[in-house]
């Protein structure tokens, strides 16, 4: 599975690889979701997911999820967001956020398309007034399998391409306590990708109870996954699995049949929204497990 190369942990600091190719990758993709640490009476962890289209004002946008637990309801659609020319938009839902000069008027969050020297303007939601910076250099790290540009202004990241930023939150790039007051050191700890793999993840990640980690898979040779109309197929040697499940990325079981000496399993997928799910074959001492999108 792709994920972020973590050469060595020094000093609490990451040292990045940079064998891959450089490859501009958006930052607003359906399905991507990344998770969060933050520090307010005691350590806990949150969430953001961008999921499912929607228009606002006749403009195409992608809807923007930020919640606690392990699943997003509608009622956490916070935002609206959408990228054009590597700039990333936001306005923000009326229903949550009643503040007329948030869900009337679309600001800039991000732009990718800056170059060093380039004085960028970006809006804070919190304080809801706009951010000025100067980008002061721009360089690259390894995320996943390609090569991003990092972004830097007075001396720190800024923002990561394809992933944000690794300090402060998705909503508020490069916030500070300068800018901010309260400090609730946000911190990324893991990014997942739209077809489920994590392209980012901290040591830190596995303590988020809504983490899902790396999945070991047996030979793709020795069992297979097909999607059939309403169905997912699954195909594995006669007689080596005792048990198929499905489940949600929280590891929730919404499915399960047991298995009695067969070769195949048709799994229903009809009634369940679009996403990346996980199908798990066990018997005992084995079992194995993939993630899956429909």
Not at 14 to 37: F, H, M, N, Q, T
Not at 166 to 190: A, H, K, M
Not at 193 to 210: F, H, I, L, Q, W
Not at 266 to 294: E, W
């Amino acid at each position: 599975m792709r994920k972020i190369l973590l050469l060595a942990f020094l000093f609490g600091g990451i040292v990045w690889a940079r064998s891959a190719e450089y490859e501009y990758v958006p930052l607003v993709r359906d399905g991507a979701e990344w998770g969060y640490s933050q520090q307010l009476f005691g350590k806990s962890y949150y969430h953001n997911l961008i999921q499912g289209d929607t228009l606002v004002n006749g403009e195409a946008y992608k809807k923007f999820y930020t919640f606690q637990s392990c699943e997003a309801t509608a009622g956490e659609n916070l935002a609206f967001v959408r990228e054009d020319d590597k700039k990333v938009y936001i306005t923000f839902n009326a229903a949550l956020m009643p503040v007329e000069s948030l869900y009337s008027t679309e600001y800039l969050i991000y732009d990718f398309g800056a170059g060093p020297g380039d004085t960028v303007t970006y809006f804070d939601w919190m304080l809801q007034q706009p951010v000025v910076s100067v980008i002061d250099k721009i360089d690259t790290v390894e995320v996943g399998a390609s090569l991003r540009q990092r972004f830097w202004a007075d001396d720190k990241v800024l923002w990561i391409e394809g992933l944000g930023v690794e300090e402060g939150d998705w909503l508020r790039p490069g916030c500070s306590t300068d800018v901010g007051g309260l400090d609730t050191q946000d911190r990324l700890v893991y990014m997942k990708a739209p077809d489920g793999t994590m392209e980012y993840e901290t040591a830190d990640a596995v303590n988020d109870p809504c983490y899902v980690s790396r999945v070991d898979e047996i030979d793709s040779d020795s069992w297979h996954v097909v999607r059939r109309g309403d169905w997912l197929e699954i195909t594995f040697p006669e007689g080596l699995f005792d048990m198929a499940e499905l489940l949600d990325l929280s590891g929730r079981v919404l499915w399960c049949d047991y298995l009695s000496g067969q070769s195949r399993v048709s799994l229903p997928v009809a009634a369940y929204p679009r996403g990346v799910y996980i199908v798990a074959l066990s018997s005992a001492g084995k079992r194995v497990s993939r993630r899956v999108m429909f």
